[in-house]
């Protein structure tokens, strides 16, 4: 597993608990950086499963986050369960 890996799971962790698009977002340039460097060859040694797995779990962290931010701000502006 790559740096640029190790640090796109670690985002990709931190999005899912609390920083939502703020840390998906770095994570998901992060791990296809590596997923590029694989294919052109320049890295042949990494792991590829591991680049994959994690841009694909900083995009669907990215998705999920959006998502609830835009349930909540129509809670807020439907005066629902957004009053807390």
Known sequence: MGDNTKWALGLGIASFFCCGPFTAIPGIFMAK???????SGQAPHLNEGWAKGTYYLNIISLVL??????LW????GLGGLGRF
């Open 73 to 76: 701000v129509s809670m807020r």
């Open 33 to 39: 950086k590596d997923m590029d460097a694989i294919a």
């Open 65 to 70: 986050s959006v998502a609830f931010i835009c």
